[in-house]
């Protein structure tokens, strides 16, 4: 049974030698293994967005001061000659000086409203301090908080000094006189930009800098001093808002080259592309390019604000490229501040990346402040000098021939860099260049649906795209083609905006300003559309809705109700699960909503959803109609009738197979309760009392305290695991004799008044704190109390006693709740216990005003005096008398079972009373969390009964699952990846295909085996002591692994290495066993199911591999069984072709679930008054053998109607059947045994018996080996007889092996590996052995 590595590595070899019959285990589907059985309910960590811009700026006011004085050089530049003259392309010389000044002036300032077009100018030519001073402070006055430029132009003053002064004139010309930059500082104020184009500027930035921090320790210094001359000065601004721009660092000149204009800084600020384009043809490889000439440059047709001709193109192309290098190169909140922030400041910037590019070329090094990283050499410079050279060399033809314009392939090719790095890369990298360059182009119409594409395919890519997307600008773009009515893009523009919104919700209100609600309406509304598109356009339009009126109110008025309504009953699930979120968002807390619904019987056309084959289906419609039910508006008998149709409707779903609906069911119920408050106060209080006084018949005997013996020995007191949903917390219960029959009961245990006391308070699990209270106070009905009041409530004699109208629709809410408290699924019922524990808190506060302490009331009992101490005990199931008995606070990981709740371990001889604290204190193994207050948590919930205060509420009306949220995620994921398991290469699929070649050895093997013919079979290949009486067995189908369960736990062993590999509890309450198991998906990921005599069916995984075992799913898989001692409990066989798990036991029916749907989908009656004791199906033929209580085996056709399917009954055993087994090949055979041990073969179309063998009287086991023909008998007698299919005894097995050899105990089960010819025995004497075929078959 070892691998062989050549098989590991070639599944063709193998699978040639396993013909094509081993390829099955890929066709076969698997159970629980859907994203809501594998995830957590709940909706992503919202991410931080930080695209918003917080604070958008306009720079409202310009002060250009030029200082050149025209003609005359300042004494401290040595100017050459020729030297560079041009002032915004103007010659100062080529006109008188005063006339050239106000040229330059007007100039530049129509360069700059090129950029800013709305911003007020003011030019100040040559002037002195103080017109400098009245300029800025009049600026700052009007600016108010915008933000203000001063352009400084110093080309006819001396250089800056280092002291922090530039230069301006005195009023006649006569000298320079120095202005420091700390007085611009003040007069300018704050947010401000600053433009210094002169020699050394780098000088200004540092004493900028030096001069903000003296004014900042000023500030420090003034704010501890009251005397200090600042401090009663408003506070100046912060000089961190601003921002500057120089031309070069503090020790560089100006370039003086006689073909650049003097101003190249400037130049390169406002009139980008004519610089840029200067300069290329400056350049060597401008040669490459024929014809071209600056004069020629100067012809080039178009203008810049329009895309369709050559300078426009030019222009667009290279505001993409500096906006790309920007984004590339900047950290992400420079680059928002700096580029996203304000528009005039983006162009500046952008353009000062030119410039950089620029005068680095001319030894000149530009400085910024905040500092950016060098960008002259990146990479997209190249395309910009690429599509320069495509433009330019049109040029000629262009202007002498008129030859059209060639558009340049610069944004298609951008595009297709953009698509291959979609399309190569691996996940883990850096965000692609173009990023930017997409946006740009979605301002083009020609390629505006490709960019969409691709734009789409990027944001899939998960929330991180998103949130980079938003952060380079994509939002207004996408906003604006909201108003295209453009048909092709409505795809591509639902997609973005599902992806956009499923990161960042706030955008909805964004949506619905600028009237984006109605375009998705219209989407929704479109029937041509395909329904993944209108999938989409329902979960914005539930975004828009959730939690936000004027969402709900503009898409209650574009009539999203009636378009939502139609759409219903659509084939594809994920669309009817959004139609129903969004409708159940509409109509939250909205109650014209809500009486539009009613007006289209929106909860009546909502009902068909609640049987729905999709569990989340299912679960969006309860969420709807939990919210419709929970309006807090005024109430009037039309609406009360309502509620309680849809509450009727509702309660019909408790016994659902999916957890996620219960779930959503107890939050649905509790917004009616909610509503009905005081009735269902009432109705609390009317349980309550009927529970004091209603002797419950209990399931189990109580012990005498005599007789009180420990039912485990100290060395097999195992380590529990800790499991997720339940406490490893298990009590060393006492033994006790299960009574023979619910007739002869005991009421001993349970009856008595019930006094509330911290011996039967049970806490809510830690898992759903966060819905209540914070710091869980006990809860006033316990999970023994809640689940009493349940078996109470089932009881018809109660009908008489309870004074509400029995059949009141707040009864039987009332009853859903309790039942779904003892939910088999610890999330369900922790959230039921909320609600019930919310209603009976306020019920019990109403009901008392004043303190009462008898104990028959409400409150705390009091302590039992010493002398009826072990009655008292025994009998009320009040709080143990020992102080030391309250818990001490127990966590989760305790390294044994510790005793619970205060008992003692049941083995103190002297004080027989310790091990049984009150029937309550420990019946339920299902507290979560110990309540961890110390001895003084008895007394205090006493006082704190009478202040209203005292308990914080258990549920708060806004109680919700996480179901809309968690469904939300499936479009922030990735939707066009390929699933990883389909994914050839991946390791899920690699790790597959290991198991299925692995399943293919085995069975092969094992078969060889079988077909030579077993003819012993006791060769012992493993024994152990169980930490429990095994009472079910089960192998694992292709992996060296046996489950063993004893009443409430499992346990693993791995039968090759014998060690044990897991043992945690099940979780089942204490008078309920585990009665049945089976392996889900044994072929590839296994599950384990248990099945207990209440009806409960759990599901779990992780187990028996490190890892803490968890619970998939549960649910009740028959309902209405009443646990009994001699019953069958509950048996299951499970069909892995089908999906189908049959189930049956002490109940008159086989009801099939269908686990693919998680519900019920037939109820087969037996016609029998006798419980079901085994089940076998054959999924081929659809065919059901049941054996039954009453000694007949029925078989049962499914495809048939209820009356007619039961298509054969044999009659032929006397007694109880302990197992028929219908075998699987076509023309298979059903074999039945009786308890008398007569085994009798039926064929399926002759109504008696074709062969009869005699075996061991008193069976108490028995299992068939469905490959070899073996079939096994255990005996209270204790042995083990193996027979062959002719009836002869092939090992008669009485001992184990060993030194010893000591007698095997009374057998309680034992089964055959499905594959090998092993078997486990399991007895009463706890231990746990497997036998085989002697060694030289195997």
């Not at 290279?318 to 906006?323: L, V």
């Not at 704190?769 to 006033?780: A, C, M």
């Not at 859903?816 to 009976?840: C, G, R, T, Y």
């Not at 008895?938 to 109680?959: F, R, T, V």
């Amino acid at each position: 049974m070892k691998m062989d590595s050549e098989l590991l590595h070639s599944p063709a070899v193998c699978l040639a030698e396993e013909e094509e019959a081993d390829t099955s285990d890929w066709n076969l589907p698997l159970a629980f293994m859907k994203k809501r059985h594998s995830e957590k309910i709940e909706g992503s960590k919202a991410l931080a967005q930080s695209w918003r811009m917080k604070d958008r700026m306009k720079t409202v006011s310009v002060a250009l001061v030029l200082c050149l004085n025209v003609g005359v050089d300042p004494p401290d530049v040595v100017k050459t000659s020729p030297c560079a003259r041009l002032e915004c392309w103007i010659d100062p010389l080529s006109m008188s000086p005063q006339k050239a000044l106000e040229t330059i002036g007007a100039n530049l300032q129509k360069q700059y409203e090129n950029w800013q077009p709305r911003a007020r100018y003011k030019q100040s030519l040559d002037p002195t301090v103080d017109e400098v001073k009245k300029l800025c402070t009049s600026l700052r006055r009007n600016a108010k908080e915008e933000r203000v430029l001063f352009h400084y132009n110093g080309h006819g003053v001396p250089r800056p000094t280092v002291n922090g002064e530039i230069w301006v004139f005195n009023k006649n010309y006569t000298q320079y006189i120095p202005l420091s930059v700390y007085d611009l500082q003040t007069w300018m104020g704050s947010p401000s930009i600053f433009v210094y184009d002169c020699s050394n500027a780098g000088i200004i930035v540092k004493s900028f800098k030096q001069f903000a921090l003296q004014r900042e320790q000023e500030l420090e210094v003034a704010a501890i001093n009251p005397n200090h001359p600042l401090a009663q000065m408003p506070l100046p601004p912060s000089m961190k808002n601003c921002i500057q721009l120089a031309a070069c660092e503090a020790s560089e000149l100006l370039p003086m080259n006689p073909d650049l204009p003097a101003d190249l800084f400037t130049s390169c600020l406002t009139t980008p592309i004519k610089i840029a384009l200067r300069w290329f043809c400056m350049q060597k490889s401008a040669k490459l390019v024929p014809g071209v000439t600056l004069d020629l440059i100067e012809k080039i047709p178009g203008r810049l604000n329009d895309r369709r001709t050559p300078l426009g193109e030019l222009n667009w192309i290279f505001t993409a490229i500096t906006d790309t290098i920007a984004w590339n190169v900047l950290p992400r909140d420079l680059f928002q501040k700096l580029f996203r922030q304000d528009l005039l400041v983006a162009s500046l910037f952008r353009n000062f990346l030119l410039a950089e590019r620029i005068m680095r070329s001319y030894n000149c090094t530009p400085v910024s402040s905040p500092r950016l990283p060098p960008t002259y050499m990146h990479a997209m410079w190249q395309a910009w000098d690429l599509a320069v050279d495509i433009c330019l060399s049109q040029l000629p033809t262009i202007i002498e021939e008129g030859t059209a314009f060639r558009h340049s392939p610069f944004f298609a090719e951008q595009l297709t860099a953009f698509q291959v790095w979609l399309t190569m890369g691996v996940e883990n990298r850096n965000p692609p260049e173009q990023l930017p360059i997409v946006l740009q182009v979605l301002l083009s119409q020609v390629h505006r649906l490709r960019a969409l594409d691709l734009l789409g395919r990027f944001l899939d890519l998960g929330p991180w795209a998103v949130s980079l997307a938003l952060s380079v600008g994509i939002f207004p773009y996408v906003l604006k083609l909201l108003q295209s009515s453009a048909r092709e893009l409505r795809p591509l523009l639902v997609f973005i905006w599902a992806k956009i919104l499923a990161v960042d919700s706030s955008c909805q209100a964004d949506l619905v300003k600028d009237n984006g609600h109605k375009y998705f309406l219209s989407v929704l509304a479109d029937p041509y559309m395909p329904a993944e598109h209108r999938t989409m356009a329902v979960f914005i339009l539930a975004v828009i809705v959730n939690s936000y009126t004027t969402g709900q109110e503009a898409c209650l008025q574009g009539n999203l109700i009636a378009i939502c309504l139609e759409q219903l009953s659509d084939p594809h699930p994920l669309l009817r699960q959004w139609v129903a979120i969004c409708l159940g968002r509409i109509w939250q807390n909205f109650d014209s909503a809500r009486w539009c619904g009613v007006r289209d019987s929106a909860h009546e056309k909502l009902y068909s959803l609640l049987s729905d084959p999709i569990p989340e289906v299912r679960c969006a419609a309860v969420f709807a109609l939990g919210t419709f039910v929970g309006n807090s508006a005024e109430r009037t008998d039309h609406s009360t009738t309502i509620d309680h149709n849809v509450a009727m409707m509702l309660a019909q779903l408790i016994n659902d197979g999916s957890p996620v609906v219960r779930k959503e069911l107890v939050v649905a119920l509790s917004h009616l309760v909610v509503q009905y408050e005081s009735n269902f106060c009432t109705v609390a209080l009317q349980f309550m009392e009927e529970e004091k006084n209603y002797p419950v018949p209990s399931p189990a005997n109580t012990l005498e305290p005599c007789n009180l013996t420990p039912v485990r020995d100290s060395p097999a007191i195992p380590r529990l695991r800790s499991v997720n949903s339940y406490t490893n917390i298990r009590a060393a219960t006492t033994a006790r004799n299960l009574n023979k029959s619910l007739q002869n009961l005991n009421l001993n245990e349970e009856g008595g008044p019930v006094t509330f006391s911290p011996g039967n308070l049970s806490t809510s699990s830690s898992a759903s704190s966060t819905l209540g209270s914070p710091d869980n106070d006990e809860y006033i009905l316990s999970f023994e109390t809640i689940d009493k009041m349940r078996r109470v409530s089932s009881y018809s004699s109660l009908n008489s006693l309870i004074g509400v109208s029995f059949n009141s629709v707040y009864t039987q809410i009332w009853r859903v709740l309790l039942h779904l408290a003892a939910d088999p699924f610890p999330e369900v019922s922790d959230l039921a216990m909320k609600v019930l524990n919310s209603i009976a808190y306020k019920a019990t506060m109403n009901a008392r005003p004043q303190r009462i302490l008898d104990s028959g009331s409400l409150t705390q009992s009091a302590p039992a005096s010493p002398t009826s101490k072990g009655a008292h005990i025994h009998q009320a199931g009040g709080s143990p008398p020992m102080p030391s008995a309250s818990s001490s606070s127990l966590t989760n990981e305790v390294p044994k079972p510790p005793t619970r709740g205060g008992e003692q371990p049941p083995r103190d001889p002297l004080h027989p009373h310790a091990g049984r604290t009150g029937p309550h204190s420990h019946q339920f193994p299902r507290t979560r969390k110990m309540f961890d207050k110390g001895p003084s948590g008895s007394e205090q919930a006493g006082d704190d009964a009478d202040d209203p205060g005292g308990h914080k509420a258990y549920m708060n009306a806004n109680l919700s699952t996480g179901l809309c949220d968690w469904s939300a995620k499936y479009f922030a994921q990735p939707v066009m990846k390929i699933p990883e398991e389909h994914d050839v290469e991946s390791q899920v699929r690699k790790e597959r295909e290991w198991r299925f070649l692995r399943n293919a050895r085995v069975r092969k093997q094992s078969q060889r085996i079988t077909q030579r013919g077993v003819t012993r079979l006791d060769d012992q290949i493993f024994i152990n002591r169980n930490p429990g009486v095994p009472s079910v067995v089960k192998f694992h189908p292709f992996n060296p692994c046996i489950a063993v369960a004893d009443k409430d736990s499992i346990c693993f062993w791995d039968w090759e290495k014998a060690e044990r590999l897991d043992y945690f509890y099940n979780g089942n309450p204490r008078y309920t066993r585990i009665t049945a198991m089976e392996y889900l998906n044994g072929h590839d990921y296994s599950l384990l199911l248990t099945a207990t005599d209440d009806g409960a069916l759990r599901i779990w995984k992780n187990f028996a591999d490190q890892r803490n075992p968890e619970m998939v799913t549960a649910w009740q898989g028959l309902s209405d069984m009443l646990p009994t001692t001699r019953g069958a409990g509950m048996v299951v066989d499970w069909e892995q072709e089908t999906g189908l798990l049959m189930t049956s036991g002490d109940v008159r029916v086989i009801r099939i679930w269908d686990t693919e749907r998680e519900m019920k989908v037939q109820d087969i009656p037996t016609g029998a008054d006798s419980c079901v004791t085994c089940l076998s199906c054959d999924s081929q033929r659809s065919l059901i053998a049941a054996g039954l209580g009453d000694g007949s085996v029925r078989l049962y056709d499914r495809r048939m109607g209820a009356n007619e399917c039961r298509v054969m009954t044999y009659r032929e055993h006397s007694s109880w059947v302990v197992k028929a087994h219908l075998q699987k090949q076509t023309d298979g055979k059903i074999i039945s045994v009786s308890v008398d041990g007569d085994v009798r073969f039926f064929e399926l179309r002759s109504p008696d018996s074709v062969n009869v063998l005699q075996t061991v009287k008193g069976l108490t086991a028995l299992d068939i080996h469905p490959q070899a023909n073996l079939f096994a008998c255990g005996s209270m007698n204790q042995f083990i007889a193996v027979y062959n299919s002719n009836g002869d005894v092939i090992s008669n097995i009485k001992y184990y092996d060993g030194f010893m050899g000591q007698r095997i105990g009374a057998i309680s089960c034992l089964a055959f590996h499905p594959y090998w010819p092993h078997l486990a025995v399991g007895s009463n004497d706890y231990y746990m052995s497997i036998y085989s075929a002697e060694k030289r078959l195997r």
